[in-house]
């Protein structure tokens, strides 16, 4: 079987709801034991009962990736009963805001959770996988490489998860550990609904259906989607692949404008 992750275990933040929800699934459903990390502990559990009605193997931490000490502890819990072979940084949060409307503290909560939390995430696993190698697999977005209007917080965050990427791929060369990183676009996850519903009342399909063709393929992905780029790039089938961005975005990057 191809991408046969069995015998491995995985750590995956924000993985309770949406793309990192998707990525859980795909993990444990190609035999992982996978550690899901998230704020919310119930939406966390839930995944997990979801895995484990069909057969799979997955934990739920109450655990916030913004808090070094937090972070240390549980996975220092998982490492000490098993190698730690696989990590998913997919937890982040958004923000609305140009360069005159973001305040201090919006940028620091946006840096704290989506730079910090992955810097957090990766020091602690890398002792782990030093051992026997691993994968490790950032979240960035299509706003990593191309500004995306109002989003000034949003793409600084993410541009630096694709040069930690980078950075952490260059110096764990040695130690078999690769580093990838994601870049989606626009994806319809619950997220979306909800700023749809809190910021255009009345006119969700309108507004869905105009944010939809912002990609030049004529809808947003799916979260399947990102996990299945997310699975091939943890399994070793994708040995030779680190130090790398993935776009997936229907085109938005390179077919925009043209």
Partial sequence: MKFDLTGKTAIVTGGGSGIGKAIAKALAGNGAVVHIFDLKEEEAQEVVTEIKEVGDDAHAHACNVANEDQVMETVNSIGQKSAIDIL???????????????????????YQVNVKGVYHCIKAVIPYMKEKGGSIVNMASIGATVGIRDRFAYCMSKGAVLTMTYSVAKDY?????????ISPGRVHTPFVDGYLKNNFPGEEEKMFEKLSKTQPIGRMGTPGEIADLALYLCSDEASFATGTDYPIDGGF??????
């Fill in 253 to 258: 990057i390179k077919l925009n404008g043209n």
């Fill in 88 to 110: 998913v940084n997919n937890a982040g949060i958004a923000h609305i805001g140009n360069v005159e409307n973001t305040s201090g503290a919006d940028m620091d909560k946006v």
């Fill in 173 to 181: 060369l040695g130690d078999n550990i690769r580093c990838n990183s």
